[in-house]
């Protein structure tokens, strides 16, 4: 399965890579993170890649494909990918193309997030000001004057490849505006309507994902917070405590009680005994007259 997001800054794009990778099995190819790889490895296109950075200039096409190209022949890659940050532009999109025919690979489908610009800016806006509230420090790329300007970037290089892959029968798009497990539904209904995956490898994902989800939410629901165990111990030692002390005094009352009751058993008999001994001796005088 070859997939490429498309959609705006903040449409969702890495949240729903995520949740595909972790469903197929497939692995995620990030142009950036391809680049810095490849020029730590210091493979050729790695190299032609870090003199270009070093003189401050951009990498051109031609060496992030081959970068791409490098990647896609490595093993994990053997059961699918994920383009992220690229392609930008139609002219990557029509290289990638040459790329994966050159290799004899096809492209399954080309999902568009669409959002509300508007709503995203709105998001960003309220973030900001409740993270300034809190006295948190605000990244200087997570401003809405930055997203305006990376919105403006996505609409003048980006989005004619909506067109592009439109007219090819690739793209299919999902309104990014749903909730996110209502947006995972979506692309996977259309992947299998694409015949991008087999109904018996979604349903064993899709059951895996849910055993996974389950297994998340019991982990979750067993990790209480540290105040709140030690909160519950601390309550347990209480009446632990509590326990042992009223056990204490039930058993020294009672046994000042039995001690009582005995005592008063004792002088009785004593009485009786000392009444007996009087009166056998008043007896034998009475016989001796």
């Given at each position: 399965?070859?997939?490429?997001?498309?959609?705006?800054?903040?449409?969702?794009?890495?949240?729903?890579?995520?949740?595909?990778?972790?469903?197929?099995?497939?692995?995620?190819?990030?142009?950036?993170?391809?680049?810095?790889?490849?020029?730590?490895?210091?493979?050729?296109?790695?190299?032609?890649?870090?003199?270009?950075?070093?003189?401050?200039?951009?990498?051109?096409?031609?060496?992030?494909?081959?970068?791409?190209?490098?990647?896609?022949?490595?093993?994990?890659?053997?059961?699918?990918?994920?383009?992220?940050?690229?392609?930008?532009?139609?002219?990557?999109?029509?290289?990638?193309?040459?790329?994966?025919?050159?290799?004899?690979?096809?492209?399954?489908?080309?999902?568009?997030?669409?959002?509300?610009?508007?709503?995203l800016l709105n998001r960003?806006?309220?973030?900001?000001?409740?993270?300034?509230?809190?006295?948190?420090?605000?990244?200087?790329?997570?401003t809405p004057e930055v997203?305006?300007?990376?919105?403006?970037?996505?609409?003048?290089?980006?989005?004619?490849?909506?067109?592009?892959?439109?007219?090819?029968?690739?793209?299919?798009?999902?309104?990014?505006?749903?909730?996110?497990?209502?947006?995972?539904?979506?692309?996977?209904?259309?992947?299998?309507?694409?015949?991008?995956?087999?109904?018996?490898?979604?349903?064993?994902?899709?059951?895996?994902?849910?055993?996974?989800?389950?297994?998340?939410?019991?982990?979750?629901?067993?990790?209480?917070?540290?105040?709140?165990?030690?909160?519950?111990?601390?309550?347990?030692?209480?009446?632990?405590?509590?326990?042992?002390?009223?056990?204490?005094?039930?058993?020294?009352?009672?046994?000042?009680?039995?001690?009582?009751?005995?005592?008063?058993?004792?002088?009785?008999?004593?009485?009786?005994?000392?009444?007996?001994?009087?009166?056998?001796?008043?007896?034998?005088?009475?016989?001796?007259?």
């Amino acid at each position: 399965m070859r997939i490429i997001l498309l959609g705006p800054p903040g449409s969702g794009k890495g949240t729903q890579a995520q949740l595909l990778l972790q469903r197929y099995g497939i692995v995620q190819l990030s142009t950036g993170e391809m680049l810095r790889a490849a020029v730590a490895a210091g493979t050729p296109v790695g190299l032609k890649a870090k003199e270009i950075m070093a003189s401050g200039g951009l990498v051109p096409d031609d060496v992030v494909v081959g970068i791409i190209s490098d990647r896609i022949d490595q093993p994990d890659a053997r059961n699918g990918f994920i383009l992220d940050g690229f392609p930008r532009t139609v002219p990557q999109a029509e290289a990638l193309d040459e790329l994966l025919k050159h290799k004899h690979l096809k492209l399954d489908a080309v999902i568009e997030l669409r959002v509300n610009e508007s709503a995203l800016l709105n998001r960003v806006e309220t973030r900001v000001a409740q993270m300034r509230e809190r006295g948190e420090e605000v990244r200087l790329d997570d401003t809405p004057e930055v997203l305006t300007k990376r919105l403006a970037s996505y609409r003048n290089q980006t989005e004619p490849l909506i067109h592009y892959y439109s007219e090819r029968r690739k793209l299919s798009t999902i309104d990014g505006m749903m909730a996110i497990d209502e947006v995972t539904r979506a692309i996977h209904r259309q992947l299998l309507a694409l015949g991008a995956v087999e109904p018996k490898t979604h349903a064993r994902s899709a059951a895996k994902a849910a055993l996974a989800k389950k297994a998340r939410a019991a982990q979750k629901s067993t990790k209480k917070p540290a105040k709140t165990v030690k909160k519950a111990a601390k309550s347990a030692k209480k009446a632990a405590k509590k326990a042992v002390t009223g056990a204490k005094k039930a058993a020294k009352k009672a046994g000042k009680k039995a001690a009582k009751k005995g005592t008063k058993r004792t002088a009785k008999k004593a009485v009786k005994k000392g009444a007996k001994k009087a009166a056998k001796k008043v007896t034998k005088k009475r016989a001796k007259r």
